[in-house]
């Protein structure tokens, strides 16, 4: 499998800042740039060339995305999914972008780089299937959370693949998905009770071999000291306080002490929950972003509930650096990112 070296998720625009992606997610979360940052964003990170190659859509039964497979685009979609079952590792992704833009495609040079390195520095056959999950203002909590859901059930239960060769993995709003995913699915474990995914009573999902979060959005109510220390450094526009009321019905017409309860909701703020019998997990963060704070407390939740955790951090680095190489200080520190996230899952899945 071949990859560029210099590939960028922001290959389509000039220059390496991160004030490129700061303009993008700025003029999106303005009143009046948001019909224009989603298609900026999705123009700039859209696959090119031989990359296409190994991309093949899919979209069925309310679950969206991507499958990255070598030659995937040649064989179909059938032959993936009648064979994926006999992969070694399947890694499913929720992108970022605050749950407003983004797309399944934007980190593909990244999980091309991964699908190498897991074969050739491990002898790992991996897929990774990447989803593009409802957002707002289409949408708004917590049907990302449930689409995500949909898309696990899709890998358990329409291709029967074994949960333990399943690592779900997410950056920023994806991290924050992944995680309450993990507890949701938890939770429904836990609870023995059967559910219910459409029509159909089920029994609960089981849960992934382990998880990766990348510089995730833990905590919604944007109160930690990083939102002010790290705010001119960091490539993130989210302001001290902010509560972000657009991604919750009724939110504005709550009381304080009901907005409050909301936001600390384990399915909204993961780090209010509590994860004991949740598998392994890896946490990346940026020593200069945003959400440090928030990231440095669920790290300390999930010891504090037992969860066996490995974190990767930086100095000098900002948000999502590790999947990013446009977002990394250089192509060295993104590298040896990138080769920590392989290089542990591989030894998960050999454990």
């Known amino acids: ?28 979360v303005s009143k009046g740039g948001r019909k224009f940052g989603r298609p900026l964003l999705e123009y700039a990170t ?24 070598e030659n995937a685009q040649e064989r179909g979609l059938d032959w993936v999914e009648k064979s994926a079952k006999d992969a070694d590792l399947i890694f499913m992704y929720f992108h970022g972008g605050g749950y407003r833009l983004g797309n399944s495609l934007m980190y593909t040079s990244s999980f091309l780089y991964m699908l190498e390195r897991f074969e050739k520095a491990h002898g790992i056959k991996a897929r990774v299937f990447t989803v593009d999950y409802r957002m707002h203002p289409e949408v708004q909590w917590p049907v990302p959370r449930k689409d995500g859901e949909r898309a696990y059930s899709y890998l358990i239960r329409d291709l029967d693949i074994d949960p333990s060769k399943i690592i779900i993995g997410g950056d920023s709003a994806g991290g924050n998905l992944a995680a309450t995913l993990l507890l949701k699915l938890r939770d429904d474990l836990k609870d023995k009770d059967v559910v219910a995914l459409s029509s159909v009573a089920r029994l609960p999902l089981p849960l992934p071999r382990a998880a990766v979060m990348i510089s995730p959005w833990a905590n919604m109510d944007s109160s930690a000291q990083t939102f002010i220390t790290n ?50 997990v890896l946490v990346t963060l940026g020593d200069q972003e945003i959400f440090r704070q928030d990231i440095e407390q669920l790290v300390e939740r999930l010891k504090t509930d037992g969860v066996q955790v490995e974190v990767v951090r930086q100095p000098n680095t900002i948000h999502v650096w590790a999947i990013e190489r446009f977002l990394a200080p250089n192509d060295k520190v993104w590298t040896e990112g ?11 899945l050999n454990n």
């Open 1 to 28: 499998m071949k990859h560029a070296t210099t590939d960028s998720f922001l290959h389509g625009l000039p220059g390496k800042t991160a004030v490129l992606i700061g303009l993008v997610c700025a003029l999106y």
């Open 46 to 69: 859209q696959p090119f060339g031989y990359q296409w190659d190994s991309i093949v859509k899919v979209h069925k039964d309310h679950v969206s995305g991507n499958w990255i497979v």
């Open 231 to 280: 705010h001119n450094v960091d490539c993130l526009p989210i302001k001290f306080g902010d509560r972000h009321g657009w991604f919750f019905s009724g939110f504005n017409n709550m009381s304080r002490e009901e907005q409050d309860k909301l936001l600390r909701n384990p399915y909204v703020s993961p780090i209010y929950g509590r994860f004991e019998g949740v598998g392994p």
């Open 338 to 348: 990138m080769n920590r996230i392989v290089d542990w899952c591989a030894k998960r």
